[in-house]
């Protein structure tokens, strides 16, 4: 597969760290411009915004809360003046918390809510337009399997992702006549290093491959639906999780 992203600006948001950045990384080295959105980890996105260099490509960061409207048009703004505007986006930013509905205060439910559903319509609400206009665009949304298994203990996010997949493949159907392409990747457990090598085997016993995943395990999923070889692919969820969900 020939992933050739040169001159393509890319919006990655939650791209200081973990999966964001190792997502960064492989569209760097095929050659995409990069918008490294963060909200609160300014310094891991100085190490990952350093890291890019060795690309030779162009790489801004943008700081914002994409669950406030207000704060994604003032990214657009500032992605545009210093790199231009934005042709692919790949969403990856997310807040959760990991406990039983029960346990929340039903004040605690809106910030899972309005990041993981509300910032996906923000996002498109505001970037898309120029897609439209261009008449060329991608838009990829990426949750966790949660959104379509269920998790007891991943209960509100969940739900609110579960919303933003049915929200991207009727955006896919919306934007279609435009040349844009909206999909989502539905991720399994991905060890980013903050979790016990105890609890990761445990884990991996649920798991057809036996292991759970690694941020570098979803750059071949991402960077496909970002070719042009995923040109007539959309509204789709693409698995990455070790098979994990079938068995459900």
Same mark, same amino acid.
């Given at each position: 597969m020939n992933v050739d992203l040169k001159g393509k600006n890319i919006l990655v948001t939650g791209s200081a760290k973990r999966v964001g950045r190792t997502i960064a990384d492989a569209i760097a080295e095929n050659g995409g411009n990069i918008a490294l959105h963060y909200h609160h980890s300014s310094e891991d996105v100085l190490v990952t915004h350093k890291q890019? #260099? $060795?690309?030779?490509? /162009?790489?801004?960061?943008?700081?914002?809360?994409?669950? $406030?409207?207000?704060e994604v048009i003032a990214m657009k703004k500032e992605i545009e003046e210093k790199l231009g505007s934005i042709d692919y986006i790949v969403n990856n930013a997310g807040?959760?918390?990991?406990?039983?509905?029960f346990k929340y205060?039903?004040? #605690?439910? /809106?910030?899972? !809510? =309005?990041?993981?559903?509300?910032? *996906?319509?923000?996002?498109?609400y505001v970037f898309l337009p120029?897609?439209? #206009?261009k008449q060329r665009g991608k838009f990829?949304?990426? *949750?966790?399997?949660? +959104? %379509?298994?269920? =998790? /007891?203990?991943? &209960? &509100?996010?969940?739900?609110? %992702?579960?919303? +933003?997949i049915s929200f991207v493949q009727s955006l896919a $159907? #919306? *934007?279609?006549?435009?040349?844009?392409?909206?999909? !989502?990747?539905?991720?399994?457990m991905i060890d980013q290093g903050d979790v016990s090598k105890e609890h990761i085997h445990k884990l991996a016993r649920n798991y057809p491959l036996k292991r759970i995943g690694t941020p570098e395990d979803i750059t071949g999923a991402v960077l496909f639906l970002?070719?042009?070889?995923?040109?007539?692919? !959309?509204?789709?969820?693409?698995? *990455?999780?070790?098979?994990?969900?079938?068995?459900?």
């Amino acid at each position: 597969m020939n992933v050739d992203l040169k001159g393509k600006n890319i919006l990655v948001t939650g791209s200081a760290k973990r999966v964001g950045r190792t997502i960064a990384d492989a569209i760097a080295e095929n050659g995409g411009n990069i918008a490294l959105h963060y909200h609160h980890s300014s310094e891991d996105v100085l190490v990952t915004h350093k890291q890019l #260099e $060795k690309y030779h490509i /162009k790489s801004i960061m943008v700081q914002g809360d994409i669950s $406030k409207y207000d704060e994604v048009i003032a990214m657009k703004k500032e992605i545009e003046e210093k790199l231009g505007s934005i042709d692919y986006i790949v969403n990856n930013a997310g807040w959760v918390q990991m406990k039983s509905f029960f346990k929340y205060q039903p004040e #605690e439910w /809106k910030k899972e !809510t =309005d990041i993981c559903f509300h910032g *996906v319509l923000n996002l498109a609400y505001v970037f898309l337009p120029p897609m439209k #206009e261009k008449q060329r665009g991608k838009f990829i949304n990426v *949750v966790g399997d949660s +959104a %379509r298994t269920g =998790d /007891k203990h991943l &209960i &509100i996010s969940s739900a609110a %992702r579960s919303g +933003a997949i049915s929200f991207v493949q009727s955006l896919a $159907k #919306e *934007v279609g006549k435009n040349d844009i392409q909206c999909n !989502t990747i539905s991720l399994g457990m991905i060890d980013q290093g903050d979790v016990s090598k105890e609890h990761i085997h445990k884990l991996a016993r649920n798991y057809p491959l036996k292991r759970i995943g690694t941020p570098e395990d979803i750059t071949g999923a991402v960077l496909f639906l970002l070719s042009d070889s995923a040109d007539w692919i !959309t509204g789709q969820v693409l698995s *990455v999780n070790g098979g994990y969900s079938m068995i459900h």
